[in-house]
């Protein structure tokens, strides 16, 4: 976390926070209905690199990014097994060309940038909290207005609901990853 603070602005820092309760939501939800297989990383791994997936993505680092994490890493004397590594590298494909394969890649390729439609969503509430987003808001603007957080990747969120990849209808991936980020609202201020 001190090595996070360190290597990234504020905001990214809250991104990661968010993405990283979105890892362990889906996680729990997937385990909940069996569809977890036993060759998955272990909890604390999808959580990992939910919060470090964009320790690069700043400073000297940051036109490299996602390329550069280990090095970023090893700046604080961190270190990360492979496999974290590599779920890291899935959440931008289309740079590190590792495209995802297993549950925890799909789930923080697919959740990545929906963190800053859900946060967009709590910003145009009179009282800019997050507890007080329904998920009707989220996934209207979602489905419904395209040009609402522009940088969110509809696309790349929707595929959620592939069966190859988590198998989860997209109005729940949203309940998931909004109850989740809800849970840890006070740590990013919200
Ligand atoms: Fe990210």
Redesign the pocket.
């Known amino acids: 976390m001190k090595a996070l603070r360190a290597s990234v602005e504020p905001n990214i820092v809250n991104?990661?926070i968010a993405?990283e309760a979105c890892m362990g939501g889906i996680y729990d939800y997937l385990k909940s209905i069996n569809q977890l297989p036993s060759t998955e990383l272990p909890k604390d791994d999808w959580l990992l690199a939910g919060l470090i997936?964009?320790i690069d993505f700043g400073g000297e680092f940051k036109e490299l990014h996602p390329g550069k994490t280990l090095e970023a890493l090893a700046k604080h004397n961190l270190q990360i097994s492979n496999e974290v590594h590599q779920v890291i590298l899935a959440?931008a494909a289309s740079h590190s060309g590792v495209t995802p394969k297993t549950k925890a890649q799909w789930s923080i390729f697919c959740a990545?940038s929906l963190t800053g439609l859900i946060l967009a969503v709590a910003f145009v509430y009179p009282s800019r909290k997050l507890a007080d987003v329904k998920v009707s808001s989220v996934l209207k603007r979602f489905l419904k207005e395209p040009k609402f957080a522009a940088g969110t990747r509809r696309d790349e969120v929707a595929m959620c609901a592939n069966s190859d990849s988590l198998n989860i209808p997209v109005e729940k991936f949203i309940e998931i990853c909004l109850i989740s980020m809800q849970k840890i609202a006070p740590d990013i201020g919200l």
Do not use: I
Request: aromatic fraction near 0%; hydrophobic fraction near 15%.
């Open positions: 991104h990661s993405l997936h964009d959440h990545d």
